[in-house]
């Protein structure tokens, strides 16, 4: 392996972005980034906690309330396209930068995305507006509304994606006239730290975007309930989701979107063309090391093609390279950490003392090098039932439960047995049955006949405990604004 790597992935410990400044964490504390791949350590990362947190939003509420308040849509919208060619720029060094952090293989980086979200979010900068709206009032009077930035926006977000996570909350805040303090995963803070100095060659006032790195329990937890942060946009946990909400509550009422994962139904008929179905589910379960919210990790397939089915799915895991992320023949990167794979390995044994049987997989991969990582084998379980936990707790590993069914109906009500609700697949040839389930499913995504389709138009969110809001889209920058009523006495 000759890739030559970023000099960001090496020397003195990394600070926090605020105020425009580079700075250590005021108590000094650091901690190591791991490379997943090898466990060696990078380079140490700021523990940011609540007085760095504190700094940051006063750093964030000084730039809204100064500068940054009387840059016009156009300038908002400039801002946003030089970001994004900046970030296009550098999109192969930001793709090493999250292989070595994260561990995505560097033949699967999707830098892309994220550029193009920029670009789709510089378009709303300048089409925000209110109406005037004709009432009944007593009087002579002249309503209209405006909106207007919510003020300083806090976000807290993990670290399977981070590129993306990271730009999906700033871009909305840049194009409504927000600031923003972004809290970025422990396990993956190196790719937002990287973006900040890129941030920093736009020409955009000190504290708009604040990086504070640290720990969930400390710098995530004073971001969630600071007075000054006017909203908070969390990717996570359910648990972590809950303790914002009521950190939220407890503060200031802040207002909160919440995105909080999985356990996907993706559901195949016998009359799906199951040469695009097979390959497309298993790439739903194993794409990310299985790292990724929408997975649609419960495969249910009509049962006169489940043997097929699940023999195809075992196949394609078999046939996938997993290795070190450097590599470029590597389809399947490692977990992100030592915890994460104590997690998934968990889960694993769970499986097995559930009465669930591996047809491929099913086990930590420590052969050819890979024993200091922390890699394990894509893995496709029958024998599974949909009260199992392993069916019903998100893994996020690569793990499918393949689950037979008989008819539409039933189909329907045990997809729908999940307290989750983010995501979903149907694949049928049938037209009708597709916008059947498609209802159905209470999910804030389906995909017909494919899965995992992402755009910055469309929106992004999830029914039940998956979630409050949508990210991208509109939708997200409502988010982002306080719509206020402005009446005119006219006589
Ligand atoms: P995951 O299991 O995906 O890491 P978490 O919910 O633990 O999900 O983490 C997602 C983000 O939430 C991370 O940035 C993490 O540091 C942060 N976080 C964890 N605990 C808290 C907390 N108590 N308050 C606020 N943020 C937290």
Same mark, same amino acid.
């Given at each position: 392996m000759t890739i030559e790597l970023p000099g960001f992935l090496r020397g003195a410990a990394k600070g926090l972005l605020i105020g425009g400044e580079w700075v250590p964490a005021r108590s000094g504390a650091t901690f190591e980034s791991i490379n997943p791949s090898t466990g060696a350590p990078i380079v140490s990362v700021a523990a940011g906690d609540k007085r760095?947190? /504190?700094?940051?939003?006063?750093?964030?509420?000084?730039?809204?309330? *100064?500068?940054?308040?009387?840059?016009?849509?156009?300038?908002?919208q400039n801002v946003l396209l030089q970001l994004a060619d900046l970030v296009e720029a550098h999109s192969h060094e930001l793709g090493l930068i999250n292989a070595v952090d994260m561990g995505v293989p560097v033949a699967r980086q999707r830098g892309g995305a994220a550029v193009e979200a920029l670009r789709y979010f510089a378009g709303w900068a300048t089409k925000l507006h209110g109406e005037t709206i004709p009432n009944s009032a007593r009087g002579n009077l002249f309503a209209y509304t405006r909106p207007e930035p919510v003020g300083v926006a806090g976000a807290i977000i993990p670290w399977n994606n981070p590129l993306p996570a990271t730009i999906w909350k700033i871009a909305p805040a840049l194009a409504t006239g927000c600031t923003m303090v972004l809290k970025p995963s422990e396990e993956a803070s190196l790719t937002p730290l990287r973006l900040g100095e890129i941030i920093q060659e736009l020409d955009l006032p000190p504290g708009v975007i604040n990086i504070v790195t640290g720990f969930g329990e400390t710098a995530g937890a004073a971001l969630a309930a600071h007075p000054d942060v006017d909203k908070i946009g969390f990717t996570g946990s359910i648990t972590t989701g809950r303790l914002i909400v009521k950190a939220a509550a407890d503060s200031n009422?802040?207002?909160?979107?919440?995105?909080? !994962? !999985?356990?996907?139904?993706? #559901?195949?008929?016998?009359?799906?063309?199951?040469?695009?179905? $097979?390959?497309?589910?298993?790439?739903?379960?194993?794409? +990310?090391?299985?790292?990724?919210? $929408?997975? !649609?990790?419960?495969?249910?397939?009509?049962?006169?093609?489940?043997?097929?089915?699940?023999? /195809?799915?075992?196949?394609?895991?078999?046939?996938?390279?997993? *290795? +070190?992320?450097?590599?470029p023949s590597t389809d399947i990167g490692p977990l992100v950490s030592a915890a994460q794979l104590e997690r998934v390995t968990g889960y694993l044994d769970l499986a097995v003392a559930e009465g669930a049987k591996a047809v491929t997989g099913g086990a930590r991969l420590s052969s050819g090098g890979l024993a200091d990582g922390y890699f394990v084998e894509p893995t496709v379980y029958s024998e599974v039932h949909d009260d199992m936990r392993v069916v019903q707790e998100e893994i996020f590993g690569p793990v499918a439960t393949v689950l037979p069914f008989d008819d539409v109906d039933e189909v329907i009500r045990r997809a729908n047995n999940s307290r989750f609700g983010l995501a979903g697949g149907v694949w049928t040839r049938h037209l009708g049955?597709?916008?059947?389930?498609?209802?159905? #499913?209470?999910?804030?995504?389906?995909?017909? +006949?494919?899965?995992?389709?992402?755009?910055?138009?469309?929106?992004?969110? !999830?029914?039940?405990?998956?979630?409050?809001?949508?990210?991208?889209?509109?939708? $997200?920058?409502?988010?982002?604004?306080?719509?206020?009523?402005?009446?005119i006495n006219t006589e």
């Open positions: 760095d947190v /504190g700094d940051a939003v006063a750093a964030a509420r000084r730039a809204f309330e *100064g500068p940054w308040r009387r840059f016009t849509p156009a300038q908002r009422f802040k207002r909160v979107s919440l995105e909080m !994962g !999985g356990k996907s139904p993706d #559901i195949i008929f016998a009359d799906a063309d199951l040469a695009s179905a $097979i390959p497309a589910a298993s790439l739903a379960v194993f794409g +990310n090391t299985g790292q990724v919210c $929408i997975a !649609g990790t419960r495969v249910f397939v009509e049962r006169p093609v489940y043997d097929e089915v699940l023999d /195809g799915m075992a196949k394609v895991a078999a046939s996938l390279q997993v *290795g +070190n992320s450097l590599d049955r597709a916008h059947q389930v498609a209802h159905a #499913i209470n999910t804030g995504m389906v995909w017909v +006949n494919t899965y995992g389709s992402v755009d910055p138009a469309v929106p992004f969110g !999830g029914a039940k405990s998956s979630g409050w809001g949508n990210e991208l889209s509109g939708h $997200i920058l409502q988010e982002y604004l306080n719509i206020k009523a402005v009446w």
